[in-house]
Structures are given as structure tokens and as C-alpha cells.
């Protein structure tokens, strides 16, 4: 049973909202006395160790404007024994409710567990893919990073870092990346062109947010604690764009230290988990399809490669995708692009974005 995995939040956490039906603490079902019946329940909340019990404290207050979604607090992961049995328990725990169509979003601190988080997806029907928010790129042997890239059978197709920091990530592996077609984009381009992102996010099926990727004086209970990265409204803004994707089922926020708990990040991410669930509210549910009545195709061919890349406009968001033939087989997959990528094939360019995705199908 799924309540083996779990323990009920604290009394003196929630019983305070519970009459309170304006605020979120007063609209979910929370795991206090009796588990709460999933039937009918769209999306989840999971504690996985520190900082959740202080989100939930700050997130409860928050006004509750989420009619179209029933909300479950199922409580904080029982996290005992070693480390493999920390992975297992989340594996698991997020695994059965993905597998019931429920989505989760995990507040946690502990990068190790992002590996056990990844392989609640093992039996997932099509190739995974990831965006990770995070300000380095960790590949050291026996890091989850470097777990989730050799795991066999694999079943990731992809991973795109999102605002990271030039000076934390070493020439080996910015050179791995390149190697692998990952996508790395850098802080600076982020905030330049936010908006740029959300095509990113919208082809992702997992969210890995690590609060070190904010900058200290946003977030000072981090562990990193750098003066440079993301500002509050800009990891807001990101993460909304998580929630708005079709196909994305899950986020797990982590990174704040146990050593040093600041109130203002509590706040900050009891926000941006707001942001989130709003963007979960507005899907457009467009995802492109050949021959669907609610989308545009525009077909370019490329004279300097030859390729012909195929674009499909939403007429219900106006949002961009492109179709990515598999060159051993006759299907071809969807990613999210934006308007600019079709601006550059009518310049005859080829977009990086399209030929990343074509070469890891290779």
C-alpha cells in the first residue's frame, strides 16, 4: 500500500488552515489523521526531509485559486536505512502515483535522491526527458548525474540545464554535454530571453529544481550561497512554465540547507510551488499531433543540408513545435520550439534546438 511509504505531516502544521476555505491549507486533503483517498486526485504534494514541513507552513497560507484541481498533501517520505533504501522508497512512492496519473511534486533537500526520483519513470512508455535548474553540472563518478547517464536499459532521451554558471561547470564536461547533445543554457541567455524557456520546458517530463541556481539574496538558506543567479520572480516565472507543459508529470525541489533555514526561502519556494500549480491549471492540453485539425503546419526545406523541417502551430496557444523524424524507423516525435526557430529556418539556418534532438536520435 502507498501510506506504507509514508508518515502523516504535523498536527501543529496544518490544523491551523484547516477551517480557513479561501487559503490552499484549507482546500487540500492533507495527511494528518487518515491517509487521504486518491479517487479523483489530480496532483500531489510529497515531503522529502527538510525544508518541507516549513514550505507547508508558508504555502497553506496562500490564497486557494485552483478550482480545476484536487489537491493531496500525502505527507513526508519515510526515509530510513541506507541510501539504496532511500532510493527504493522514493522510486516507489513516485512511481505508483505517476502510474495512477497523478502528478507529484516533491519538496526535498537531498541531491542524492534526484537518482531514485529519475527511476520512479523506469516503466514510463516513451523516452524520458529532463530539464534540470541548476547552476553546475555535477558528472564526478557516483553522482546522480552520472547514475541517471549510464543507467541500464536507459530510457533517457534527454536533459537540458537550465541556468547554470559558466565558472561551476569544467571544459570536461561542457565537452560531455556537447557529446551528448545536451542543451546547456546559461543564466545569462535565460535572462535574457526567458521566455525562450518555456519551449524547453514544454517538451520535459520531469522538473529538477536545485534552490542553489537562485542567488543568495533571494535564497541565502542555500548551500551555495553565490552572490549571482536566478532573481525570485524569474525562478517563479520558470517554474510556471514547468507546470504549463503537456507533458511534464512531476517536479522535485531541493538545495536549501538544514544547517542554515532562512524564512525567506521557505517563502520563496511556497511561491514558486504556487506558480507552479497555477501553471498545471492553465494547460492548453495541445500537444501536436499529424493531421490534427488544431494546428498549422508549415513545411521549410533547408538548401544548405537539404533537411526539411516541419513545424506545427497550435491554434489554440500559438505555440510552436517541430517534428523530429527517427532516421531508423517511420515515427517521429514532437519538441517544443518557439517562433524564432522558425524564423531562422526561413533565413536557411538550421536550428541548433532541431539538429541536438535529430543527433541524439542517431
Known sequence: ??????????????????????????????YG????????VDFSIVGAGYPADEVRKKLYQLSWRFDKMKIADLGNLILNGDANSRQFAISEAVGELLNEGIKVLVIGNDPALIYGYYRAYRQSKEPVEVVKVSPNVDLE????LRHILVEKPGYLFNIDFIA??????NNQTAAVLDKMYFENHRLGEIRSDI????????????????????RYADAPGTVLQSPNGLYAEEAARLVRYAGISNKLSSAY????NPENPHPADHVLLSQMIWYFIDGVCSRFNDQPEHNHPDFLIYRNRLSSTGHEIVFYKS??????????????????????????DYEQVCND??????????????
Open 164 to 169: 547554470t554558471q559558466s565558472y561551476y561547470i
Open 195 to 214: 521566455e525562450e524557456s518555456e519551449p524547453i520546458m514544454r517538451s520535459a517530463h520531469m522538473l529538477m529544481f536545485d534552490m542553489n541556481a537562485c
Open 33 to 40: 489523521n487518515v491517509f487521504p483517498k486518491l479517487k479523483d
Open 349 to 362: 539556418e538550421m536550428p541548433d534546438r532541431w539538429w541536438r534532438a535529430y543527433q541524439r536520435l542517431m
Open 1 to 30: 500500500m502507498l501510506d506504507a511509504y509514508f508518515e502523516p505531516v504535523d498536527k501543529a502544521v496544518w490544523a491551523p488552515f484547516r477551517k480557513a476555505e479561501d487559503l490552499i491549507g484549507g482546500k487540500i486533503q492533507v
Open 141 to 144: 563518478e557516483g553522482t546522480p
Open 253 to 256: 525541489f531541493y538545495g536549501l
Open 315 to 340: 491554434r489554440k496557444s500559438n505555440r510552436w513545435w517541430m517534428e523530429i523524424p527517427d532516421p531508423y524507423d517511420k515515427r517521429s516525435y514532437f519538441i517544443g520550439c518557439s517562433f524564432k
